[in-house]
């Protein structure tokens, strides 16, 4: 197996916050749904996968997540739609209902009137760290890792490898799976993939002298969030930016809604140090499902996209999909809902190959 990455600046896996909770999801398609909370699952068999392999520098930890929120009775109905959902996902752990003393206790930056929610089994994961430690592991199992730019190459039907800038790699299936870069790649075989970048710009900060290992992640109401790794650093996110294109820079405006946002919530960061602020481009397709298997009508295809903003959650089982895709092997899951062109009209196959 050859891995070809070009390692553009943006790509959404470096910048991505790292949040697996997907319990607390409000997403109502149901087969998206199952693929998330399937790729939180997942999580503990690849933890322990690489564990074996001695990658153990992924900045995964099961921290629990914290819904907040000024209104304890909103809290307390979340709490019922949330044993309802754990009957099929154990895997979401116990909740518990706490009062703003409890929760500013586990999360100490927060405003002193909110109420919170724990997910006992919420998670996070370092992006930079977990891709890092996967493509170590791949290629103690025999993986040859390229960094570079490909083009497809394809012949009468079929996709048969790759080109490099100085040379050509053939493969019997290729894994496209190259997020928001992928339609460029993928239109000279005629195949217009329905993804646009939508541009993420997440704020880091470091909080002096304060043990943040356990902190939880903290979901208040609407998109934005706050999450702790464990070098004193504290993730705040994120915009959610459509019609920028790749560019990649962070803005005044990104900047101020972010921190506005963390900093209402948790007033307690505002003597925080600013590290850094990350930009990433998610994925994102014209539905809430990814883009997941083979293109019909172009052997040897296959493809991987539409993570949008659960990416993270749900990359590592996607990855395992569609490997299973490639090799012709019986799925865990079935991932008809998610063909790759299932909205380019019925059974639209790819444009016939120059
Ligand atoms: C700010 C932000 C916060 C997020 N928070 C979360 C979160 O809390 N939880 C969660 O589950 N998800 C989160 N996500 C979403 C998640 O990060 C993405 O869905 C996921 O990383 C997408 O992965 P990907 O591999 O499809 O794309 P990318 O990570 O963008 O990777 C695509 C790769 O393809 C390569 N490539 C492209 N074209 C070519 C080519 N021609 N040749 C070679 N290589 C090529 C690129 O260089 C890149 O390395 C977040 C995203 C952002 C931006």
């Known amino acids: 197996m050859t891995i070809v990455d070009q390692a553009h600046d943006g790509r959404a896996t470096a910048a991505g916050a790292g949040i697996i909770c997907p319990w607390v999801s409000g997403a109502e398609d149901a087969a998206f749904y199952r693929l998330y909370v399937e790729g939180a699952r997942y999580y503990g068999e690849l933890v322990h996968l690489l564990a074996e392999l001695g990658e153990t520098d992924l900045g995964f930890r099961r921290v629990g997540a914290l819904v907040v929120s000024d209104d304890a009775d909103e809290l307390a109905a979340f709490d019922t739609v949330l044993s309802r959902r754990r009957a099929d996902t154990p895997e979401m752990g116990a909740t518990s209902l706490l009062s703003p003393r409890e929760t500013g206790a586990l999360f100490p930056p927060l405003r002193g009137d909110l109420a919170g929610l724990h997910v006992a089994g919420g998670a996070r994961v370092d992006g930079r760290r977990m891709a890092a430690g996967l493509l170590r592991a791949a290629q103690q199992l025999g993986a040859r890792v390229i960094e570079g730019h490909a083009e497809l190459v394809a012949a009468a039907g079929r996709v048969t490898g790759v080109r490099l800038r100085d040379t050509t790699i053939a493969a019997d299936r290729v894994v496209v799976a190259a997020g928001a870069w992928a339609p460029t790649l993928l239109l000279p075989l005629g195949i217009a993939l329905p993804i646009e970048p939508q541009r993420g710009q997440i704020v880091h900060l470091h909080v002096a002298g304060q043990d943040t290992r356990d902190w939880p992640v903290v979901l208040p109401q609407g998109g934005h969030y706050l999450l702790a790794f464990d070098d004193s650093r504290v993730v705040a996110g994120a915009t959610r930016e459509s019609g920028v294109g790749f560019d990649y820079r962070v803005t005044a405006s990104g900047q101020a809604e972010v921190l506005a946002e963390a900093l209402h919530v948790a007033p307690g960061l505002a003597t925080a140090t600013v590290i850094e602020?990350?930009?990433?481009?998610?994925?994102?397709?014209?539905?809430?499902?990814?883009?997941?298997?083979?293109?019909?009508?172009?052997?040897?295809?296959?493809?991987?996209?539409?993570?949008?903003?659960?990416?993270?959650?749900?990359?590592?089982?996607?990855?395992r999909l569609l490997c299973d895709a490639a090799l012709g092997r019986d799925m865990p899951l079935d991932i008809t809902p998610f063909a790759p062109l299932r909205n380019a009209g019925p059974g639209a196959p790819a444009r016939p190959l120059r």
């Open 277 to 319: 602020t990350r930009v990433g481009f998610r994925p994102v397709g014209p539905g809430i499902r990814p883009l997941l298997g083979p293109v019909r009508g172009l052997d040897g295809l296959v493809i991987g996209n539409g993570l949008g903003a659960a990416g993270l959650t749900i990359g590592p089982f996607a990855g």
